[in-house]
């Protein structure tokens, strides 16, 4: 009896050893296709918590030794092994956690100033995360989320009706009536997919903050193609515009933020013209270059960039240059843009970071101000986990930016 058991812990553990090896390779290892890509954008997210994991599992094969359950032998040394790459691998973002956080805040006082909070109101700090990182946040997720976003008060409402499709946006507003600083969200998909309702956690959190947050849609292709979507980003602003004091918006106050495809039309719609100043913008691993995406399609490549891009723009490079170069964020840039927080994953291969690095540089060349932030261990969509180490460092310099831009 005393041996089958032995048997049966050792299968227990050498199963439990392959499913958080499994799970710790998504770490480091893109997603190939797009099935997979909740794998390797979650993983990196919750590692604290595949480190313990595979801590746990350590323990119990040192047990299990001790125990003589098993001699040492070839599949014992294996088992070593696989434990040891595991560990490591679940260990990797912490590691490296230290070193990026100290890289970002370098990167913020260098464009914003050392002093760059001074003179914000104290009520508006003490909200704001204390730390980059919380790691307990990460399974009971951000500390007192629920309690802080108690009373926000959500209306849903149609701005547009073009071509017979109607458009809504999501109003979230303090709990308190009262006039606030706004932030317009635009949610991602590729441009094909998505609605106001994304990110509501996040619209929320900024919300208890003291903003009022827009989150506002657009048509998707590929029913349509660019520049539609721009078009109707623009009359989203305007309806902003015109209904600021009836939901409790400073206009002089605005600021906006897009994830992915959101982002290519949040800076669109911020660097050319909009229809009342916008205060600052936050580009969460948006696409910068669609003719240089086109040409050079990351590896692994999990959402077939070519065919997203056709789908949006219609045709290809050579057909449609023009659209390419209208749709593409960097031919925007220009002197006495608003100041840009550009957020990216390092292991992200659908926006690659590189191009993120490249737009900050073409910004800054000009003199307008921007804050380029890669996360090394970041995929695509990092954010997804709201939670996750990833979306913890990125709200941390996401508020202050905030607070910076449009309480000073």
Not at 70 to 75: A, D, H, I, N, V
Not at 85 to 97: E, H, K
Not at 261 to 272: D, E, F, K, P, T
Not at 317 to 324: C, F, H, R, S
Request: with cysteine; glycine share 6%.
């Amino acid at each position: 009896m005393k041996k089958v058991l032995s048997i049966a812990g050792i299968w227990l553990v050498g199963l439990l050893l392959l499913v958080g090896l499994f799970l710790s390779i998504w770490i480091v290892v893109p997603a190939p296709i797009f099935a997979l890509l909740p794998l390797s954008v979650g993983a990196p997210e919750i590692s604290p918590a595949l480190l313990l994991f595979n801590m746990s599992i350590a323990i119990c094969v040192g047990t299990l030794f001790w125990l003589r359950a098993f001699k040492p032998q070839r599949s014992f040394v294996f088992i070593l092994c696989s434990l040891g790459l595991a560990v490591g691998l679940s260990a990797w973002p912490l590691l490296q956690f230290s070193a990026t956080q100290q890289q970002a805040q370098a990167a913020i006082e260098t464009s914003l100033g050392q002093n760059y909070l001074k003179d914000l109101p104290p009520a508006l700090i003490a909200k704001m995360r204390s730390q980059p990182l919380v790691i307990c946040d990460i399974w009971q997720g951000i500390s007192n989320l629920q309690q802080e976003t108690l009373g926000i008060r959500k209306v849903s409402i149609p701005f547009a009706n073009p071509d017979g499709v109607e458009l809504s946006m999501n109003i979230y507003r303090p709990a308190q009536v009262g006039k606030y600083p706004a932030l317009v969200s635009i949610y991602g998909g590729a441009w094909q997919r998505g609605s106001p309702d994304n990110d509501e956690t996040f619209s929320r959190y900024i919300a208890a903050q003291g903003y009022v947050v827009w989150a506002i849609d657009y048509r998707h292709a590929p029913a349509y193609h660019f520049p539609v979507q721009i078009q109707d980003v623009r009359s989203a602003l305007r309806f902003i515009q015109q209904h600021a004091t009836e939901y409790e918006t400073n206009l002089d106050r605005v600021a906006i933020i897009g994830r992915s495809a959101g982002s290519q039309l949040a800076m669109l719609a911020a660097y050319q013209d909009p229809p009342f100043p916008i205060r600052a913008v936050i580009d969460y691993y948006g696409p910068v270059n669609l003719t240089a995406g086109y040409a050079n399609v990351p590896t692994p490549d999990p959402i077939e960039s070519r065919v997203t891009l056709r789908a949006f723009l219609g045709g290809t490079p050579q057909t449609v240059p023009e659209l390419y170069r209208q749709a593409s964020p960097i031919n925007a840039v220009k002197p006495d843009l608003p100041p840009s927080l550009l957020i990216y994953g390092g292991k992200d291969r659908i926006v690659e970071a590189k191009y993120g690095k490249y737009l900050a540089q073409q910004l800054r060349s000009p003199g307008n101000r921007a804050v380029f932030i890669e996360i090394p261990w970041a995929d695509h969509a990092f954010d997804a986990v709201f939670s996750g180490m990833s979306s913890q460092l990125a709200l941390y310099y996401t508020e202050r930016f905030l607070a910076w831009a449009l309480y000073k």
